[in-house]
Nanobody
Framework: QVQLVESGGGLVQPGGSLRLSCVASGTISRIAAMGWYRQAPGKQRELVADITRGGTTTYQDSVKGRFTISRDNAKTTVFLEMNSLKPEDTAVYYC????????????WGQGIQVTVSS
């Protein structure tokens, strides 16, 4: 099993920066990809960015050039560096992992609040 724990959220002014971290534990060798999703009030959860085991990254168009997803060398921690934050980035951010054992499953973190407001 894989467990995910997020940290780093909070309140920031427009134009500011935050760095989210997601630490994976358990059978991390079975993780095929990790990513960040977000869900704003009244909206569906959406992909922000993800990174495959091979290092390929994907970004939502609205965050390209502002957000960067990365991971540590041990591939146990994924980071989301968020710059030039806008009020519309306000949401609960969730870390997720695609885990491949016999079948493929999706694991979610508990979520962390990011609020961009003056």
């Amino acid at each position: 099993q894989v467990q995910l724990v997020e940290s780093g959220g909070g309140l920031v002014q427009p134009g500011g920066s935050l760095r989210l971290s997601c630490v994976a534990s358990g059978t991390i060798s079975r993780i095929a990809a990790m990513g960040w999703y977000r869900q704003a009030p009244g909206k569906q959860r959406e992909l922000v960015a993800d990174i495959t085991r091979g290092g390929t990254t994907t970004y939502q168009d609205s965050v390209k050039g502002r957000f960067t997803i990365s991971r540590d060398n041990a591939k146990t921690t994924v980071f989301l560096e968020m710059n030039s934050l806008k009020p519309e980035d306000t949401a609960v951010y969730y870390c997720n992992a695609i885990v491949q054992v016999i079948a493929t499953s999706v694991v979610w973190g508990q979520g962390i609040q990011v609020t961009v407001s003056s």
